[in-house]
């Protein structure tokens, strides 16, 4: 029996039916409104708004170290020159 695919989509980013189907409707106008592909962009646009959020969610812990490491190297700058 393969795993569950609902069980990955549980733990990551949450993203409402209406944020996926107002992306869904913008990838269908923008190829030209095309008959018999619902479930195709309503795909593409849910795995694009998840890329966003994990990219965002990457970004701000990259920010959240350089922060980090920025406030450590200045404290050792400072003790250093005492």
């Given at each position: 029996?393969s795993?569950?695919?609902c ?15 107002e ?26 708004l ?30 250093t020159?005492?």
């Amino acid at each position: 029996m393969s795993p569950d695919p609902c069980a990955a989509c549980a733990t990551g980013p949450k993203i409402s039916h209406a944020e996926i189907r107002e992306r869904a409707y913008d990838l269908w106008d923008r190829n030209h409104r095309p008959d018999g592909y619902a479930l195709e962009f309503w795909l593409m646009a849910e795995r694009e708004l998840m890329a966003e959020r994990r990219g965002s969610s990457a970004r701000q812990i990259a920010r959240s170290i350089l922060s980090e490491t920025s406030e450590n190297y200045q404290m050792m700058v400072l003790s250093t020159t005492k």
